[in-house]
């Protein structure tokens, strides 16, 4: 394991001691940091490692909290709920991803952003399962408190990043995440030398929805009530990729390190600027990308380029 990833894992268990040091506030702002966490790091294995510009984050973020919202409502428990969103997504993005995937560039990105638009679609028309536009409600999980389920669901998501962690971090080492990267430097090469392309971006494509999915899922049973305009916000596809980007793209720490980055910035926008915190948010990040075009990462390589040489 390298010195890189071991920081990723170090840094999510410092995020699990989060409610040591704060009441609700600490432990919603630290719910929402493992799931921007997930998200960024899920489109960073067809973003970034595979180097294919995704807009589908919101559709399988929104896909999944409705296949977890309605089992929940029908009285299936939420451990057998998560696995059956996990299992349905999957499959669902591998045989989406073998249709899609065969386009590149541009044409790739307008095409999945299309799946935003057909999910929140079907999810408005089919009002006898999923409410429609009135929105899905969602019965509590336990009687047991407010803080008590806060609690509980902070931990379910930090227990999802740390397996999204893990998966991408053996992803990078295997020969999947070989494939991705030849795949992103030269596709048609490696068609050529025997990889199989399509098979190697179908399953990334399944891996990265499937945990956005089950964010999803977590996400609606924490908050009770979900609507087609609520998890199906196109958002939810930006955000991922600007946090990639602050952080650095294709590095899982400095994907983190940009969403926690991130959600900083726009806690602490809102809070002071509540009129214009998107324009002011917005201006933040182009500078931030401007001074620091390939992540908050690349600064460590510029500290080392400015240690003195021994001669």
């Known amino acids: 394991m390298t010195r890189s990833n071991l920081i990723l894992l170090v840094l999510i268990a410092c995020i699990a001691a989060l409610p040591l040091f704060g009441g609700a506030y600490a432990l919603r702002l630290g719910t929402i940091a493992c799931m921007y966490a997930i998200l960024a790091l899920s489109w960073n294995i067809v973003g970034g490692l595979a180097g294919y510009p995704s807009f589908a984050t919101a559709a399988f973020f929104?896909?999944?909290?409705?296949?977890?919202?309605?089992?929940?409502?029908?009285?299936?428990?939420?451990?057998?709920?998560?696995?059956?969103?996990?299992?349905a997504s999957f499959a669902l993005a591998a045989l989406l991803g073998a249709a899609l995937l065969r386009l590149r560039g541009h044409y790739f990105a307008i095409a999945s952003l299309s799946l935003i638009e057909v999910f929140r679609e079907l999810v408005n028309n089919a009002t006898d399962l999923t409410g429609g536009g009135m929105g899905l409600n969602i019965p509590l999980s336990s009687g047991a408190g407010v803080m008590s389920d806060?609690?509980?669901?902070?931990?379910?998501?930090?227990?999802?990043?740390?397996?999204?962690?893990?998966?991408?971090i053996v992803v990078a080492g295997s020969k999947l995440g070989f494939g991705l990267g030849?795949?992103?430097?030269?596709?048609?090469?490696?068609?050529?030398?025997?990889?199989?392309?399509?098979?190697?971006?179908?399953?990334?494509?399944?891996?990265?929805?499937?945990?956005?999915?089950?964010?999803?899922?977590?996400?609606a049973a924490w908050v009770h009530y979900i609507d087609p305009s609520d998890v199906f916000d196109i958002l939810y596809s930006v955000k991922p990729i600007v946090m990639a980007l602050i952080g650095g793209l294709g590095s899982p720490l400095g994907v983190v390190v940009g969403a926690l980055v991130y959600l900083g910035l726009e806690e602490v926008v809102w809070r002071n600027y509540i009129q214009i915190h998107s324009g002011v948010l917005g201006v933040l990040i182009v500078a931030l990308l401007l001074f620091l075009p390939h992540g908050l990462m690349s600064l460590r390589d510029r500290l080392l380029s400015w240690r003195p040489k021994r001669v």
């Open 62 to 87: 929104g896909f999944g909290a409705y296949t977890t919202g309605v089992l929940l409502a029908r009285g299936v428990p939420l451990v057998v709920a998560v696995p059956i969103t996990w299992i």
């Open 182 to 219: 030849c795949i992103r430097q030269n596709e048609t090469a490696a068609n050529m030398i025997g990889l199989n392309a399509t098979l190697y971006k179908s399953i990334a494509f399944g891996l990265s929805a499937c945990f956005v999915s089950v964010a999803g899922g977590i996400y």
């Open 150 to 168: 806060a609690t509980f669901f902070f931990f379910a998501m930090w227990a999802l990043l740390f397996a999204t962690a893990l998966m991408v």
